[in-house]
């Protein structure tokens, strides 16, 4: 009994980031329909800029991440800018060109810099635990889960009570309409690409104490935020949050509980059950 609620708490708390990084996605897809393959490249991305960080000044990632969040942001504005913005509009595989061919310039372009050897970035709270009964909890992760569910309620009340998150709603639903009134929908994309990626840097800060990270990494992280936004709906915040809560449970029941590759799968398992008897995804509805 202990190892099952070890397993769900260690879920939960894992999930929870998933989530994060998903959320990052699903604001870039509601407003352009652009589905990024380069999404966990940029996570990587980000966890690097920690490391040199960490290296060069010593700085705790939670620290480089004050550093870390505006520059990606900043990155992100430029890429969609000049690389994907033209081609909105386009066949959808032409962006998935294009952004696949993004992940292996920042794959290729981390493994110059960095090398090949994974690598790690230590924190000042990477060892530290809370332990509940016999449920031990590591702090990095607890930091995470308090983080990420506070930056979505944070960004639910940004889209619904701030007019750069009505204008995000409102092209959303009608790019062409929202243009008729008035606002201006590229800037609004690019603002929001640019707000997905300083997500991801904010998430990459989260992931890293504690976790070996190398160049190669970034494929997995894009497929568990498929897997997530899959799950949860493309737009549903309240969705894509539980997608990651059930992908980050079924990644710690395999773990605990199965050995080998196959406690590596159980996220996919799950993924194609959940597919095979509902393929509308967990939630009723895909509207924010």
Known sequence: ???????????????????????????????????????????????????????????????????????????????????????????????????????????????????????????????????????????????AFAVSFGLAISLYVMLRSTDFGRSIRAVHQNAHAAALMGIDVGRVQVLTFALGIGILALAAALLLPGTPIQPSQGLRYTVITLLVVVLGGMTNFVGIMLGGLVIGISEAFGTIYLSGPLGHLMPYIIFVAIMLFRPQGLTWSSQR
Not at 33 to 50: E, P, T
Not at 103 to 112: A, E, F, H, Y
């Open 1 to 143: 009994m202990t190892e099952l609620w070890q397993a769900l708490a260690q879920g939960v708390l894992i999930g929870s980031t998933y989530g994060l990084l998903a959320l990052g996605m699903g604001l870039v897809y509601g407003v352009s329909g652009v589905v990024n393959f380069s999404h966990g490249d940029f996570i990587s991305l980000g966890m690097f800029m920690c490391l040199a960080l960490y290296s060069a000044l010593s700085l705790d990632p939670y620290v480089s991440a004050v550093i870390t969040i505006p520059v990606m942001t900043a990155i992100g504005a430029v890429v969609y800018r000049f690389l994907i913005r033209p081609m909105v509009g386009h066949q959808f595989l032409m962006i998935v060109q294009l952004t696949l061919g993004l992940s292996l310039v920042l794959q290729n372009g981390i493994l110059m810099v960095f090398g090949g050897q994974p690598a790690r970035t230590p924190s000042m709270v990477e060892s530290k635990l809370i332990i509940l009964g016999e449920i031990v909890l590591r702090v990095p992760h607890l930091i």
